[in-house]
């Protein structure tokens, strides 16, 4: 069965970076679009980041020029690269996995930035 795995989530200070991993299991990852998404508490879920299948990466202006998207389709897993990180980027990270007719969401990694 197909799953999304995240890791690489931790406390932080602000200023500093974090490097997220999701790593991908079943078939035709190469094929699918990758997101990131995250969800601080008592608020909506909210899209951070998207590479495609072609390497297209689009990103919310929250966190452009701080983030950056990026995807080894060799070892199936798409990376979150979050410099310069703002307590309010505190959230718990998720990646989505999409293609027509098909969604699945990772369990989620807890990203704190604080003293």
């Known amino acids: 069965q197909a799953q999304l795995v995240e890791s690489g989530g931790g406390l932080v200070q602000p200023g500093g970076s974090l490097r997220l991993s999701c790593a991908a299991s079943g078939s035709r990852f190469s094929i699918n679009t990758m997101d990131w998404y995250r969800q601080a508490p008592g608020k909506q879920r909210e899209w951070v980041a998207t590479i495609t299948s072609d390497g297209s990466t689009n990103y919310a202006d929250s966190v452009k020029g701080r983030f950056t998207i990026d995807r080894d389709n060799a070892k199936n897993t798409v990376y979150l690269q979050m410099n310069s990180l703002k307590p309010e980027d505190s959230a718990v990270y998720y990646c989505?996995?999409?293609?027509?007719?098909?969604?699945?969401w990772g369990q989620g990694t807890q990203v704190t930035v604080g003293s």
């Open positions: 989505r996995s999409v293609r027509p007719g098909y969604i699945i």
